[in-house]
């Protein structure tokens, strides 16, 4: 198969007092307000799980006749306990049954919603960082492979899985036979990687993969550049929007030239992520901030946007 290198992005629209734990959501006029802005510059966006934010956000491009194409994702809960998980993953046998229902019932929404939007999901993942080592919500290999076995049975769009570069070389490879395409992640942020050698330490991760299965199509599905942080994790000297701007611009002239369809994370900064600090770096990888208006890297191409949040849906 072969996919199209067009602009695309992840989103989660969650703005300030939202929070999907706490079923929390954005309205219809604060997703239609996010996807106006967003449809200036992307083609492809990319959606985390099939609840009510995905389901709002295809009904919202489905009737507004917004010309985006989605890739839909399975928020996957944990199937086994994690030992290697740095804050925490050991789950009782009760969670982990309650887990793989949970999981199943996910599954079967994705196919319902893919079928409902047919013409506008071009492709499905079947979870988001569920094999990697440090993962709280860890899935087994051989569940993915018959989870994929179950999607494709039931409709036609191609399916992949979004995951950390590192785990495809060696432990997904009987996942790899089933998918249509990888889907890999890569933060040189997050590996103590400065903007020196950011992209290419990107281009390593990225041909680890590729050139480990020749035969098999490899897109980025998250890759960017935090532009706060408190320390956990990321250096705060390494975390701006001067050097968000620089890899943004270092990572789309790359993948351009190369026709690898890529992700960018994120669209807009999420502040119910991570902990309460306000200068954690899980809230700050937006190219926008929470209030919508425009960090560094998109002044360019939004040089004069102020957004206008609550004040009739308007984006000026």
Known sequence: ??????????????????????????????????????????????????????????????????????????????????????WGADFSQEVINANRQKNCDEIH???ALTKKFDDIVFSVSVGNEASVEWTDHMVPVDSLV???????????QPVTFCENYVPWTYKLEPLVAELDFISIHTYPAWEYRTMEDALEYTKQNYYSVAHHYPDKPVIITEAGWTTASNGRGIEPWNANEALQAEYYQQLLAWTTEEKILTFVFEAFDEPWKGSPDKLEPEKHWGLFKVDRTPKLVMKDIYPNKVIN???????A
């Open 1 to 86: 198969m072969k996919l199209v290198h067009e602009n695309a992005i992840c989103y989660s629209g969650y703005r300030d007092g939202q929070n999907p734990r706490e079923g929390l959501y954005p309205s219809y006029n604060e997703v239609k307000e996010d996807l106006l802005i967003l449809q200036e510059n992307w083609r492809y966006l990319r959606l985390y799980d099939c609840g009510p934010h995905a389901e709002l956000v295809l009904d919202v491009i489905n009737t507004e006749k917004l010309h985006f194409k989605v890739m839909l994702g399975v928020d996957m809960a944990a199937e086994m306990s994690n030992p290697n998980c740095p």
């Open 109 to 111: 929404s994705m196919i």
């Open 309 to 315: 949040i609550n004040k009739n849906n308007a984006v």
């Open 146 to 156: 018959n989870y994929v076995k179950q999607i494709k049975k039931e409709i036609h």
